[in-house]
């Protein structure tokens, strides 16, 4: 069966960094591409970056452009979230999935997800 593990959340100040990783297991991750979500309390789930197979291309939600970046290692069925520059806004539980590149409506079950508290 799928399963989708994050780990790496935290809590930290304003203009503070983390690295979320996701691994992933039960389908074919080198030949998938891979999505990190995230939910705000009282907000509807977003998409925030996504990656190709190969990580050849990404593409951010406009207001985490130039602050994540999102990154993959084959070998280790692992994709992961680079978040720098971190705003309170960024608050959320974070979460990854798969799926195609261009067919957003398709997830697996979603795992538990990690947690990202940013606050003065």
């Known amino acids: 069966q799928v399963q989708l593990v994050e780990s790496g959340g935290g809590s930290v100040q304003p203009g503070g960094s983390l690295r979320l990783s996701c691994t992933a297991s039960g389908f074919t991750f080198s030949i998938s591409a891979m999505k990190w979500y995230r939910q705000a309390p009282g907000k509807e789930r977003e998409l925030v970056a996504r990656?190709?197979?190969?990580?050849?291309?990404?593409n951010y939600l406009d207001s985490v452009k130039g602050r994540f970046t999102i990154s993959r290692d084959n070998a280790k069925n692992t994709v992961y979230l680079q978040l720098n520059s971190l705003k309170p806004e960024d608050t959320a539980v974070y979460y990854c999935?798969?799926?195609?590149?261009?067919?957003?409506?398709?997830?697996?079950?979603w795992g538990q997800g990690t947690q990202v508290t940013v606050s003065a």
């Open positions: 990656i190709t197979d190969t990580g050849s291309s990404t």
């Open positions: 999935n798969s799926g195609p590149y261009y067919n957003l409506r398709f997830n697996y079950p």
